[in-house]
């Protein structure tokens, strides 16, 4: 077995899984049965239609379980046409067979390498072998195998763009760890620091002045309680080993800098309510790059937009940010590796980050709330 043959054939079923059964799946099931019984009622010049539209009928529920069993499904569709189309001495020849190709799509979009390569020889089967015994006409083979290939390239394209798209979220999470690691640093590399300056100080001043000594002593504990609280707020947190250079941490004085105006661009109101000095850096990093976002997101994407508000307030719960803008309200939108990177920037905090348009107003607003719970213990 040839080394690409070999890897298909151990590829495994597609990642992400699929879900069991949508909405959409009963829908399907519910309507096709009507539309096999129209067809057949309409169309009296098709030979034992009466009979293809029981089949069909009856195999309408493998719909059910394209997704789990698509191999399955496939061969059993597969077997019971067969034997029929022998019994009744042809093929099919109501359009709603096509309701097949799902099943066509199902093994190459969610099957592992075994059952695409296992479908693929069902097919080539299915098609080629009436040319060996009842010679149809080169146009009708040609375009049967057409629309058959087409639907399975169309499963493979659907089933590489979700594994890419899942391979690079997965990238944004790694990036968003290693982003919350390198504050981690930061922060504890300056307890740590001023920690050392302090105990050399107290060192010094021990034999001669031992006030002084008590003093730089109450420093220090409140250095590594601070110290300790950060990192706690960061456990889990891993990140890569490297000597890439480390910008300062920012913080809630640097939201200043959002409210820049730029050149055609919406205007940036901010607010700050309560005590940000006493937040963690870490948290107050979290804060001003979730809202860096938001205000990157809001000028970019919302049309018409005039301004921005930007809030943030602290409070005995936590820190509440809100980043909502003007611009003409949007039905929906997909979820963008922006908004992937500050949902999961609020989790790793304890927190929660939601996005989406503003309720009963224009506009877009993002609301992120970090209970004490997630980021002090």
Avoid: K
Wanted: aromatic content about 6%.
């Amino acid at each position: 077995m040839t080394s690409p043959v070999r890897a298909l054939w151990d590829a495994p079923a597609a990642t992400p899984p699929p879900p069991r059964r949508v909405w959409r799946d009963w829908v399907l099931v519910a309507l096709l049965p009507p539309l096999v019984v129209l067809e057949a009622a309409l169309r009296p010049d098709v030979p034992w239609r009466w009979v293809w539209a029981v089949v069909l009928v009856v195999l309408v529920p493998t719909l059910l379980w394209r997704r789990i069993r698509p191999l399955t499904m496939l061969a059993a569709a597969f077997a019971v046409g067969t034997v029929v189309g022998l019994a009744t001495g042809g093929d099919p020849q109501l359009f709603t067979t096509a309701y097949f190709l799902i099943l066509v799509y199902a093994v190459m979009r969610w099957g592992s390498g075994r059952a695409m390569l296992a479908g693929t020889a069902l097919l080539l089967a299915g098609i080629l072998l009436p040319v060996a015994f009842e010679r149809p006409a080169l146009g009708d083979v040609i375009g049967g195998l057409a629309v058959v290939v087409t639907t399975g390239t169309l499963g493979v394209a659907f089933r590489w763009r979700a594994r890419a798209r899942a391979r690079e979220l997965e990238g944004v999470r790694l990036l968003e760890r290693e982003q919350l690691a390198r504050d981690l640093h930061d922060t504890v590399a300056h307890h740590v620091s001023a920690i050392a300056i302090q105990a050399q100080a107290g060192t010094a001043v021990a034999p001669t002045d031992p006030a002084a000594a008590a003093e730089v002593l109450r420093v220090i504990e409140g250095e590594a309680s601070r110290t300790l609280d950060e990192m706690r707020s960061m456990v889990g947190v891993l990140r890569r080993t490297d000597a890439a250079e480390r910008a300062p941490t920012p913080g809630i004085a640097d939201l200043r800098r959002l409210a820049r105006p730029e050149a055609g661009g919406p205007a940036v109101e901010l607010r700050v309510d309560g005590d940000v000095d006493e937040l963690p850096s870490v948290v107050a990093a979290a804060v001003f790059r979730i809202a860096q976002e938001a205000v990157t997101n809001a000028r970019r994407h919302a049309r018409n937009a005039a301004r921005i508000d930007v809030l943030v307030r602290v409070g005995a719960d936590g820190v509440r940010l809100e980043v909502r803008d003007d611009g003409e309200a949007a039905a929906s939108a997909a979820p963008g590796y922006g908004i992937t990177g500050m949902v999961e920037r609020a989790a790793l905090l304890g927190g929660r980050c939601e996005a989406g348009p503003a309720p009963g107003a224009d506009g877009w607003v993002v609301t992120v709330e970090l209970p004490r719970a997630g980021w002090s213990t």
